[in-house]
């Protein structure tokens, strides 16, 4: 299966900051890589697909790049709306793979 | 609105079976791929299973093969998720998502703990 690295585990962000995280993959997945936000006691909502692609619906603040093994998820001016777990997945190959996750926290 | 209702979770015992229901709404059910991740307390996500549109096809991660069984009645609109032989690993959430790689809509969740 492909593993999935994110870092860093958690963040201390303040509203407004720039927040970028980051996502390796243990082989190469091409552009198929897709990112997750999920809020506290609530389920998963997609964001980013296809490493780049804003979901219907998503605030431009927040953007998605890289391919290959080495991808980037990038919240533009931190909202405290943003609050959550943000999560990476491969989706080229099965099993879809998630990885392990990156928690903002407030400062 | 695309809605997926979870059921079927609770509190059971190692070894035993449960069988978790996910009712869809608000879109053709039987032109889409489903599936089924899980969530341990404080833990990732995690894939657990998917089958295809019309049922032929069905996908597991290792650590649930042989044991759980993932199937779908499209009259229903409803995905099911048969768990046997259940584990304490297996306590967790359990989400019900459409799409086979690409999950747009999930459920709520529903707890599945496994304890003596």
């Known amino acids: 299966d492909i593993v999935m690295t994110q870092s860093p585990t958690s963040m201390s962000i303040s509203v407004g900051d720039r927040v970028t995280m980051n996502c390796k993959a243990s082989?190469?997945?091409?552009?198929?890589v897709d990112w997750y936000q999920q809020k506290t006691g609530q389920s998963p909502k997609l964001l980013i697909y296809?490493?780049?692609n804003r979901y219907t619906g998503v605030p431009d603040r927040f953007t998605g790049s890289g391919s290959g093994t080495d991808f980037t998820f990038t919240i533009s001016n931190m909202q405290a709306e943003d609050l959550a777990v943000y999560y990476c997945?491969?989706?080229?190959?099965?099993?879809?793979?998630f990885g392990g996750g990156t928690k903002l926290e407030l400062k | 609105e695309v809605q997926l209702v979870e059921s079927g979770g609770g509190l059971v015992q190692p070894g035993r079976s449960m069988k978790l229901s996910c009712a869809a709404s608000?879109?053709?059910?039987?032109?889409?791929?489903m599936a089924w991740v899980c969530q341990a307390p404080k833990k990732g996500l995690e894939w657990v299973a998917t089958?295809?549109?019309?049922?032929?096809?069905?996908y597991y991660r290792d650590s649930v093969k042989g044991r759980f069984t993932i199937s779908r009645d499209n009259a229903k609109s409803t995905l099911y998720l048969q768990m046997d032989s259940l584990r304490s690993e297996d306590t967790a959430t359990y989400y019900c998502?459409?799409?086979?790689?690409?999950?747009?809509?999930w459920g709520q969740g529903t707890l599945v703990t496994v304890s003596s």
């Open positions: 998502a459409r799409g086979r790689s690409l999950f747009a809509y």
């Open positions: 608000g879109f053709t059910f039987n032109n889409y791929d």
């Open positions: 089958i295809s549109y019309d049922g032929s096809s069905t």
């Open positions: 082989q190469n997945v091409g552009s198929n």
């Open positions: 296809k490493a780049s």
């Open positions: 997945m491969q989706s080229n190959s099965y099993p879809p793979t």
